[in-house]
């Protein structure tokens, strides 16, 4: 269950948002025993209703009841188009960011409540890999053909998450050690450059004193009249 938020209101019980993808039948229960633990009167019911499902939830709700809002219906009838709604919950699920296992596990338990019957397997295996978010995974299963089985696709879907994982761990390495060696590397130029102007220094000291006097046309080392 994602993102859980849990309704009080100073009132004798408490309510958890209702998400997409929850069991809508124990929410409804529990949404009616709290309405009736709190004496809710029938016109507040429609408020408490919409108030206690989340966005995405209420954006679903819009949709069935287009082209009227949703307050405007009474609360009997919105509840028997959440009832129904479980199919379009079906339809609306997209992989948020789970891994492919959670995606899976999830596929399945929202559709176990849509009586598909017979087609529940063909039903489930066209959902985890339509609903995959766009990307590698996505694109490896796209080169399969539509008679593989729903458990092959899930291990390949599986093993190349893991290969695309130990893959960015592999790049990630990679670049630490690059980092690394960079950080070395100004210390050793440094050191390269100390000696060579150590060794331009001494090649000056020299040249300077192989500097002709004017006065005796002798080097300044072996000159009498020009100081040192």
């Not at 948002?17 to 929410?27: K, R």
């Not at 593989?148 to 390495?173: G, P, T, Y």
Request: aromatic share 8%; hydrophobic share 35%.
């Amino acid at each position: 269950m994602a993102n859980v938020t849990v309704i009080n209101t100073g009132n004798l019980a408490s309510l958890r948002t209702y998400n997409i993808g929850d069991d809508w039948e124990i929410f409804a229960e529990r949404l009616e025993q709290y309405l009736k633990a709190n004496k809710v009167e029938e016109e507040r019911k429609v408020s408490v209703l919409i108030t206690s499902i989340s966005e995405e939830a209420y954006k679903t709700l819009k949709n069935l009841c287009d082209p009227v809002k949703p307050y405007e219906k009474s609360y009997a009838d919105i509840v028997k188009l959440l009832d129904n709604q479980r199919r379009v919950t079906f339809d609306l699920l997209r992989q948020g960011a789970e891994s492919i296992n959670e995606w899976f596990v999830k596929v399945k338990k929202v559709a176990a409540d849509c009586e598909f019957g017979m087609s529940l397997t063909e039903r489930v295996k066209d959902k985890f890999v339509v609903g995959l978010k766009p990307g590698r995974v996505l694109d490896r299963l796209c080169e399969e053909k539509p008679s593989r089985e729903l458990q092959e696709l899930l291990d390949i879907a599986v093993a190349k998450e893991a290969a695309i994982k130990e893959s960015r761990e592999v790049e990630v390495n990679k670049l630490n050690s690059f980092r690394g060696v960079k950080k070395t590397n100004p210390g050793t130029s440094s050191s390269k450059k100390d000696v060579k102007v150590r060794e331009d220094g001494q090649n000056k000291t020299y040249q300077e004193k192989q500097v002709r006097c004017y006065h005796c046309s002798k080097v300044t080392l072996d000159c009498l009249i020009m100081p040192y």
